[in-house]
């Protein structure tokens, strides 16, 4: 690419400070960026350059890669992360839980079973609440038994809202009207909505970097990771894949996002059970029956 400014502020950004940022992104997250990002590149970190009061990209750049500047680093992966969501995204899958997988996780947990769901890039937490708020739907006594939601994410401004649990009032339109009053307190006056509290006492976000070292071992029953790998590299979905595999119980659900595709080498581990909706083979579940139980550190 040629140099490319900014519009407010003529911060250039130079070819050179272009790829560097690419490269540094995808050795830190995974993520890939395409050839013709600069745009985004240049409206989500012309402000984080002037409030390091750094004359151009090159120089932020130098800044991020420094020991110095590992702070502004996590600030710049927040930056330029994509954080897409909205209450029940993609409501095939949500259907699917409740009719084909709940029921039976249900029955387990009164039997005393450890019950653990996973959203996987989870940004500001829409979609661990719906899950929860689906549980809670289908099994009022939830919380009486060891079920939780784990919510993950790489951006910890979004955790931060996450934890939060508060959302603009027009986030309401994506949710169905049964869980209204499962999700939200009461209307405070503040405009804003309010998840419940005891969705919160069933829900846990933590920071995950899909590239370093996961602090989740499983079994999780349920994992939701949608629309997260078609931003990454091809070598690091494939990580992504086996990773998720590998923490998915033996009859657990995997759902993914409807633009992404699972690596071919787990074809004989994973099955479709609906859209981008995968679980074990009866033929896998039935080798694989006697392996041990892992560890857990969800909660």
């Not at 900014?6 to 690419?22: K, N, V």
């Not at 990002?37 to 409206?43: G, V």
């Not at 633009?259 to 609906?274: H, N, V």
Request: charged share 25%.
């Amino acid at each position: 690419m040629s140099p490319t400014a900014a519009g407010h502020g003529e911060i250039l950004l130079s070819a050179a400070a272009f790829e560097g940022i690419r490269a540094l992104l995808k050795c830190k997250t995974g993520i890939h960026l395409e050839e013709n990002s600069d745009s985004m590149i240049l409206s989500r970190l012309s402000s984080r350059v002037r409030r390091q009061r750094l004359p151009d990209f090159d120089a932020y750049l130098a800044h991020v890669r420094s020991e110095a500047g590992a702070q502004e680093l996590v600030q710049m992966i927040n930056a330029l992360t994509t954080n897409t969501t909205r209450f029940f995204r993609e409501p095939g899958h949500f259907d699917l839980l409740e009719t084909d997988v709940l029921p039976n996780l249900i029955e387990k947990a009164k039997r005393g079973a450890r019950i653990r769901l996973w959203s996987a890039a989870c940004a500001s937490g829409e979609e661990a609440y719906g899950i929860a708020a689906l549980v809670l739907q289908n099994f009022p006594d939830a919380r009486d038994f060891d079920i939780r939601i784990l919510g993950t994410d790489i951006d910890t401004h979004m955790l931060q809202r996450a934890k939060a649990g508060i959302y603009p009032k027009k986030s309401i339109s994506g949710v169905p009207d049964r869980f209204g009053d499962i999700m939200f307190e009461p209307d405070g006056g503040d405009g804003k909505l309010h998840i419940r509290q005891r969705l919160k006492d069933m829900t846990t976000f933590r920071y995950l970097n899909f590239v370093d070292p996961w602090p989740v071992r499983g079994p999780f029953q349920v994992i939701f990771c949608r629309n997260v790998a078609i931003y990454m590299a091809p070598d690091t979905q494939s990580r992504i894949w086996q990773g998720l595999e590998n923490v998915l119980d033996q009859e657990g659900a995997l759902f993914i996002g409807h633009s992404e595709r699972i690596s071919p080498d787990l074809a004989l581990q994973l099955e479709l059970f609906g859209p981008t909706s995968f679980r074990r083979p009866l033929s896998f579940i039935g080798q694989n029956a006697n392996q041990k139980e892992r560890g857990d550190v969800t909660t």
